[in-house]
């Protein structure tokens, strides 16, 4: 493959954001991006970790303006472009208007993987305002592949250029990796991607067997920060693919001292696979819970791993934060 037709896109800024609880500063997205720009990374994103209009009590309120995060980063960029993450019913038009205007240039527009059809107008605006756009079918563990190649169709149907296989709870083991991205690629005419999370410590694998099926838009997150137990960790799957004979037209030096001379000193924890993370991706629960659920485990006392398989049972989905108080409560009674 060549640079032109692969593409590691970094979500630190954005899926980092679950990690951070949403506490950015300008400083940190300013140094962040600076060395993602001298890195030769083409794409980053940065927003809410629930996409634009995230910062809510219900999801967690951003310590800084996420449009403000957003200029400071596209100001500061010589050669990458700024993404957005968009959940219609979260995030709205005006958000998105209002996020090009502060300079994003792509917009990932995501919803559940079995309601693509309430992102079309989403879709045909960021096409309209000439964005790189892009369909996000997040929890794709959920369903069976031919409901997932239903709604990768409607995306598709309404101009995504994009459309990407999310494993939002670091549930998938590689063999179920392959299967989806082939898939999609036998069935639709855009670009293939895959964002992955670790909880399973499947990260990595993950990746490769997307890639290696046929996807060429791939995410990461330096020093593997994002929510659950963090992303594909970028500058690993740098080394890695450049190993496999993958040109992902990004500098592994300048990569590396990102993600250790800037991410490294600003992040609350390391990621790892802890116990609670690792339900997580057993369960198939959603990889933004994990903070909530450490939260209401304190407040009503209980194992948080029973509120997480509780969740997994309900077939909790993004959005459902709300569920896992009500399942501590009742789990405590």
């Given at each position: 493959?060549?640079?032109?037709?692969?593409?590691?896109?970094?979500?630190?800024?954005?899926?980092?954001?679950?990690?951070?609880?949403?506490?950015?500063?300008?400083?940190?997205?300013?140094?962040?991006?600076?060395?993602?720009?001298?890195?030769?990374?083409?794409?980053?994103?940065?927003?809410?970790?629930?996409?634009?209009?995230?910062?809510?009590?219900?999801?967690?309120?951003?310590?800084?303006?996420?449009?403000?995060?957003?200029?400071?980063?596209?100001?500061?960029?010589?050669?990458?472009?700024?993404?957005?993450?968009?959940?219609?019913?979260?995030?709205?038009?005006?958000?998105?208007?209002?996020?090009?205007?502060?300079?994003?240039?792509?917009?990932?527009?995501?919803?559940?993987?079995?309601?693509?059809?309430?992102?079309?107008?989403?879709?045909?605006?960021?096409?309209?305002?000439?964005?790189?756009?892009?369909?996000?079918?997040?929890?794709?563990?959920?369903?069976?592949?031919?409901?997932?190649?239903?709604?990768?169709?409607?995306?598709?149907?309404?101009?995504?250029?994009?459309?990407?296989?999310?494993?939002?709870?670091?549930?998938?083991?590689?063999?179920?990796?392959?299967?989806?991205?082939?898939?999609?690629?036998?069935?639709?005419?855009?670009?293939?991607?895959?964002?992955?999370?670790?909880?399973?410590?499947?990260?990595?694998?993950?990746?490769v067997a997307a890639v290696q099926a046929g996807a060429t838009y791939i995410d990461g997150?330096?020093?593997?920060?994002?929510?659950?137990?963090?992303?594909?960790?970028?500058?690993?799957?740098?080394?890695?693919?450049?190993?496999?004979?993958?040109?992902?037209?990004?500098?592994?030096?300048?990569?590396?001292?990102?993600?250790?001379?800037?991410?490294?000193?600003?992040?609350?924890?390391?990621?790892?696979?802890?116990?609670?993370?690792?339900?997580?991706?057993?369960?198939?629960?959603?990889?933004?819970?994990?903070?909530?659920?450490e939260k209401a485990a304190k407040q009503f006392n209980i194992d948080e791993r029973d509120?997480?398989?509780?969740?997994?049972?309900?077939?909790?989905?993004?959005?459902?934060?709300?569920?896992?108080?009500?399942?501590?409560?009742?789990?405590?009674?």
């Amino acid at each position: 493959m060549t640079k032109n037709n692969f593409e590691i896109v970094d979500v630190t800024l954005r899926d980092g954001s679950h990690a951070m609880k949403h506490a950015f500063t300008k400083e940190q997205v300013k140094e962040t991006a600076k060395g993602l720009d001298q890195a030769g990374v083409n794409y980053f994103e940065v927003s809410h970790g629930d996409g634009l209009g995230g910062s809510s009590l219900q999801y967690g309120l951003s310590a800084v303006n996420e449009l403000e995060l957003i200029e400071t980063a596209a100001a500061t960029c010589n050669h990458s472009k700024v993404s957005v993450l968009l959940i219609p019913g979260i995030g709205t038009k005006r958000n998105l208007n209002e996020a090009v205007k502060a300079g994003a240039k792509m917009v990932r527009v995501a919803t559940h993987v079995t309601e693509a059809d309430v992102a079309k107008q989403h879709i045909e605006l960021g096409r309209n305002l000439g964005l790189k756009t892009v369909g996000f079918l997040m929890m794709a563990h959920m369903v069976p592949i031919t409901k997932l190649v239903e709604q990768a169709k409607l995306f598709e149907s309404y101009g995504a250029e994009v459309v990407y296989v999310t494993d939002s709870a670091g549930a998938l083991l590689p063999h179920e990796v392959t299967e989806r991205i082939t898939a999609l690629k036998n069935e639709l005419s855009c670009n293939i991607g895959f964002h992955g999370h670790n909880n399973l410590s499947m990260a990595m694998a993950n990746t490769v067997a997307a890639v290696q099926a046929g996807a060429t838009y791939i995410d990461g997150s330096l020093r593997a920060l994002g929510a659950g137990s963090g992303n594909t960790q970028t500058e690993v799957m740098v080394a890695v693919l450049e190993k496999m004979g993958y040109h992902t037209g990004i500098d592994l030096y300048p990569i590396l001292d990102v993600a250790n001379d800037v991410v490294a000193n600003y992040m609350p924890r390391p990621q790892e696979v802890t116990g609670t993370s690792l339900i997580m991706g057993y369960s198939g629960v959603y990889s933004s819970f994990l903070l909530h659920t450490e939260k209401a485990a304190k407040q009503f006392n209980i194992d948080e791993r029973d509120i997480l398989v509780k969740l997994g049972e309900m077939q909790a989905v993004g959005g459902q934060e709300d569920l896992i108080y009500e399942v501590a409560a009742q789990l405590q009674s």
